[in-house]
């Protein structure tokens, strides 16, 4: 399958829906971004973190910031909710008999979600899992390196968890990295996610913001920046 990329503020942004994400995903390696406004915002002021969008191996929209973003360029491309892709990668990996490791969390939410994937898909070949708040990097590379897991879903928070991946590509070329976020955090059971309607609605990041307000720092001013940015790209065609 090809990937066809549009620009999103300088960044490219991959279009596929989220079947065809699945399946390119499942037959590739390298590094998965699930790219959101506050991201671009970062690597427009971080060189190092663009590069590292720029080569990652797909670049998935995530949320309805980077989807309306892309409409305003005139782009029609559906948002790929990162916890649905990633959950969905796992299933998929495990039905080709691939190993899958777990890095990031705290320590409690990763045994939660341990269990829970276990539970909800027995056949899971867990090689590794380690929580996100460890201090020797090596350690984890070199025990990373060890289990050679097909799958690695990274949640240590952005853009941590891409740096971490950009690693990884070098030293397990063979693996798949995606950077999940807060993903454990809802596998667990901790972490409610919005109510579908919301979700529809394309308005989940207004519930977790009510259900959590210091998150609310996060969106903003970021958010409406963002929006206001992609205007003015359309308006003058350049970033
Ligand atoms: N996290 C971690 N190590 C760190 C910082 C964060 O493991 O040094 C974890 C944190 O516990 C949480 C996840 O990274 O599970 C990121 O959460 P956040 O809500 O920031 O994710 P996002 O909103 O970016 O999806």
Same mark, same amino acid.
């Given at each position: 399958m090809e990937r066809k990329i549009v620009k999103l503020q300088g960044l490219p942004v991959d279009t596929f829906s989220f079947d065809d994400a699945v399946d390119y995903a499942l037959h590739s390696h390298g590094q998965v971004v699930t790219i959101n406004p506050e991201m671009i915002a970062y690597a427009r002021k971080n060189k190092d973190f663009a590069a590292i969008i720029e080569n990652a191996e797909l670049i998935t929209p995530d949320g309805i910031g980077v989807e309306i973003g892309l409409k305003i360029l005139g782009n029609s491309v559906k948002r790929i909710a990162g916890v649905e892709l990633a959950r969905k990668l796992i299933e998929m990996y495990t039905a080709e008999k691939k190993s899958v490791a777990l890095v990031g969390a705290k320590p409690e939410i990763l045994a939660k979600t341990v269990e829970n994937l276990k539970n909800q =898909?027995?056949?899971?070949? =867990?090689?590794y899992a380690q929580d996100?708040?460890?201090?020797?990097?090596q350690t984890v590379f070199d025990a990373l390196k060890n289990a050679k897991p097909d799958l690695l879903l990274t949640a240590l928070g952005s853009p941590k968890q891409e740096i971490f991946n950009n690693r990884i590509k070098e030293i397990l070329p063979q693996t798949l990295a995606i950077g999940v976020g807060g993903s454990f955090d809802v596998w667990s059971g901790v972490v409610k996610r919005a109510p579908v309607i919301w979700q529809k609605l394309g308005l989940e990041w207004l519930y977790r913001t009510l259900k959590e307000p210091k998150r609310f720092k996060r969106i903003f001013p970021t958010l409406p920046l963002f929006v206001l940015s992609v205007i003015k790209e359309r308006i003058f065609r350049k970033v």
């Amino acid at each position: 399958m090809e990937r066809k990329i549009v620009k999103l503020q300088g960044l490219p942004v991959d279009t596929f829906s989220f079947d065809d994400a699945v399946d390119y995903a499942l037959h590739s390696h390298g590094q998965v971004v699930t790219i959101n406004p506050e991201m671009i915002a970062y690597a427009r002021k971080n060189k190092d973190f663009a590069a590292i969008i720029e080569n990652a191996e797909l670049i998935t929209p995530d949320g309805i910031g980077v989807e309306i973003g892309l409409k305003i360029l005139g782009n029609s491309v559906k948002r790929i909710a990162g916890v649905e892709l990633a959950r969905k990668l796992i299933e998929m990996y495990t039905a080709e008999k691939k190993s899958v490791a777990l890095v990031g969390a705290k320590p409690e939410i990763l045994a939660k979600t341990v269990e829970n994937l276990k539970n909800q =898909i027995p056949e899971i070949n =867990i090689v590794y899992a380690q929580d996100g708040y460890f201090t020797d990097e090596q350690t984890v590379f070199d025990a990373l390196k060890n289990a050679k897991p097909d799958l690695l879903l990274t949640a240590l928070g952005s853009p941590k968890q891409e740096i971490f991946n950009n690693r990884i590509k070098e030293i397990l070329p063979q693996t798949l990295a995606i950077g999940v976020g807060g993903s454990f955090d809802v596998w667990s059971g901790v972490v409610k996610r919005a109510p579908v309607i919301w979700q529809k609605l394309g308005l989940e990041w207004l519930y977790r913001t009510l259900k959590e307000p210091k998150r609310f720092k996060r969106i903003f001013p970021t958010l409406p920046l963002f929006v206001l940015s992609v205007i003015k790209e359309r308006i003058f065609r350049k970033v």
